[in-house]
């Protein structure tokens, strides 16, 4: 089976008119797919309207145990929700899903790790860092079968980065990290399988102040030139984290490309 998996950013879930676009869009793209989405910017708004300071490092969110329930209502409730809806009202069977759903995405709660940053005189240095309630997931940790049966019933799975520890507990997952673990179990079971993130701009920019500076591909060597000149940082670096990682784990095609363009072929390949 081809699969497509889609993921998409807050920035477009939570802009009315981006969302109905991409959801005309997705439903519009044939054969079987899945859908992840995200939920940050709003998952952020909510901490602050409630007192809380969002803590961000390396592009990931600390998340303590009132953070998670935040993340929770937002990237399982809302964001999943109106996501499913748009697309229902654009003919596509979408299901929505949190990874304790069908046990469909467990992960381990990550323990204290080394994160490189940079210090105040801009020179990277590493520290540990503990991300609290975000999980990690696990090697066997995508239920293949369950979206298998439902893609093969016409239905689209439609996840958020909310995931399962198997003992009853749910953890905040980088959403980037779910839908390139998803593809790479699609891959391993057999299916030829294209992994798609879609945000705001049409692509990793060469020129974060140019949004015509579009790099059409960026290999392992050039994406370490990219990091150390600072051209890619935050939240970008775990996108091209994992689409590297998926690529080496039998991933087919990776490209990060603007939401409105789903359909055609703009956008930035990850190659190796």
């Not at 991300?131 to 079968?145: A, E, L, Q």
Request: hydrophobic share 40%; with cysteine; net charge negative.
């Amino acid at each position: 089976m081809k699969i497509n998996i889609i993921k998409i950013g807050g920035n477009v879930v939570e802009d009315e008119r981006m969302l109905q676009d991409f959801a005309c869009r997705f439903a519009a793209l044939e054969g079987p797919k899945v859908l992840v989405h995200g939920g940050g910017k709003m998952t952020s708004a909510m901490q602050k309207n409630l007192g809380i300071e969002p803590v961000m490092i390396a592009g990931r969110r600390v998340t303590d145990a009132r953070t998670l329930e935040i993340a929770t209502m937002v990237y399982a409730g809302w964001c999943n929700k109106h996501t499913v809806a748009s697309l229902q009202k654009n003919g596509c069977n979408a299901i929505g899903l949190s990874g304790a759903d069908g046990k469909a995405v467990t992960a381990s709660k990550r323990p204290p790790v080394m994160v490189a940053m940079p210090d105040a005189a801009g020179q990277e240095t590493s520290r540990q860092v503990d991300y609290g309630f975000v999980g990690d997931i696990m090697p066997d940790g995508v239920n293949t079968s369950l979206l298998e049966m439902l893609l093969e019933r016409g239905m689209t799975p439609v996840l958020c980065a909310i995931t399962y520890d198997g003992d009853g507990s749910l953890l905040n997952t980088n959403a980037d990290t779910v839908a390139s673990s998803i593809a790479e179990a699609f891959a391993s079971a057999g299916h030829e399988t294209t992994l798609t993130f879609c945000f705001e701009k049409d692509g990793v920019l060469e020129d974060k102040d140019d949004p015509d500076s579009i790099i059409p591909e960026i290999t392992p060597q050039y994406y370490e030139a990219l990091k150390a000149e600072r051209r890619v940082a935050d939240g970008m670096i775990p996108k091209i984290d994992n689409a590297f990682r998926a690529i080496r784990h039998g991933v087919s095609r990776v490209i990060i490309k603007n939401a409105g363009n789903l359909l055609n072929a703009k956008g930035t390949s990850i190659i190796l």
